[in-house]
């Protein structure tokens, strides 16, 4: 029981690690051929817009707040492989470690 205990510890451990990592990384999505590009961290927050000023037309906002719409749901996209590609090990593992949950361990 110690071993698993410890076992899980660590999973902890390198769980708030990789959350960490993903909040200090940042991704980047794109719309409109690059004309517009959405930063986000890799846990989901929105970091940046840039707009080039090709895609601002006055007459046509419309079209511009879907590039802005798309470059952020693009970002968030690669902001949620990132977060599979960091967490996907760390999951996978935990499922060998039986039924910890119900022993009340946070993060499980």
């Not at 110690?2 to 510890?9: C, D, E, F, S």
């Amino acid at each position: 029981m110690q071993q698993i205990l410890q076992q899980a510890q660590q999973m902890q451990q390198q769980l708030v690690a990789a959350q960490q990592e993903l909040a200090d990384a940042e991704v980047t999505g794109t719309a409109g051929g690059g004309l517009v590009t959405a930063t986000v961290t890799g846990s989901g927050e929105l970091k940046g817009l840039e707009i080039d000023p090709k895609a601002v037309d006055p007459e046509d906002t419309e079209t511009l707040a879907d590039l802005v719409v798309a470059a952020v749901r693009d970002a968030n996209r690669a902001a949620q492989e990132l977060a599979a590609e960091k967490m996907g090990p760390l999951s996978s593992g935990m499922s060998g470690l039986g039924d910890l949950g119900s022993l009340g361990l946070p993060g499980f």
